[in-house]
């Protein structure tokens, strides 16, 4: 399975956090599943960590991934043009990117957001 992370999913994953659930954490642990964490994910942990709504550090969780072996995925222009055809089902626009980068790229989004399953089965919550 190729899986794309919701921006918090990647934090819980690094973390530790029980949220995750152990289904989910299974899932991205095991080495026959690509996983994938989006520049954008990164970017809302810089703007939120520099706002001080985070106390992440970017440039180390991106360095933390890497040793992980998690893939970067980069925003790119079919990313976007994707985006801007989404229904309205939800605000936030990392997720919205996020979503138009698992249609896009054939990867399943795995979130604890309920919302972002109304764009449809590529979309996974945590367990």
Not at 8 to 33: T, Y
Not at 63 to 84: I, K, Q
Not at 87 to 104: C, N
Request: charged content about 25%; some cysteine; aromatic content about 6%.
């Amino acid at each position: 399975m190729r899986l794309l992370l919701d921006t918090h999913v990647l934090l819980w994953c690094m973390s530790g956090d029980r949220r995750l659930g152990k289904e989910s954490a299974a899932l991205i642990r095991d080495p026959a599943n690509d996983v994938y964490f989006s520049a954008a994910s990164v970017w809302e942990v810089a703007i939120k960590a520099a706002l001080g709504k985070l106390r992440v550090d970017a440039g180390e969780l991106l360095e933390t991934l890497a040793v992980e072996g998690f893939a970067e995925l980069p925003v790119l222009g079919r990313h976007a043009v994707e985006l801007a055809a989404l229904p309205a089902h939800h605000r936030d626009p990392f997720d919205r990117l996020l979503v138009a980068q698992s249609r896009v790229e054939s990867l399943r989004l795995l979130t604890d957001d309920k919302t972002l399953t109304r764009y449809g089965e590529q979309v996974m919550l945590v367990a």
